[in-house]
């Protein structure tokens, strides 16, 4: 059985990789403790939407400790088709 996770938008991870920058100190692997530091420094209408920022610092802050990298594309594989 194939797991399928969850497509993460741009904002989401924008937002995410911005507020690890500016507080690096502050978030770590814990869902619930980046749920509370979140509720510090952004204002959310939906819950959800803190849920799934929280998650993909949670998921960040794993795979950094995992040693994985991320997938780089180079510019000219991107390129041939624009």
Not at 54 to 65: D, I, N, P, T
Not at 70 to 77: A, G, H, K, L, S
Request: proline share 1%.
């Amino acid at each position: 059985m194939i797991k399928i996770g969850r497509i993460k938008t741009i904002g989401v991870k924008r937002v995410s990789k911005k507020l690890i920058k500016e507080h690096l100190e502050e978030f770590s692997a814990d869902f619930n403790k980046n749920k509370e530091v979140l509720k510090r420094y952004i204002l959310t209408k939906s819950p959800k939407m803190r849920n799934m920022i929280a998650g993909y610092v949670s998921r960040l802050f794993r795979q950094a400790k995992s040693g994985k990298e991320r997938r780089r594309t180079n510019v000219e594989d991107i390129s041939k088709f624009y």
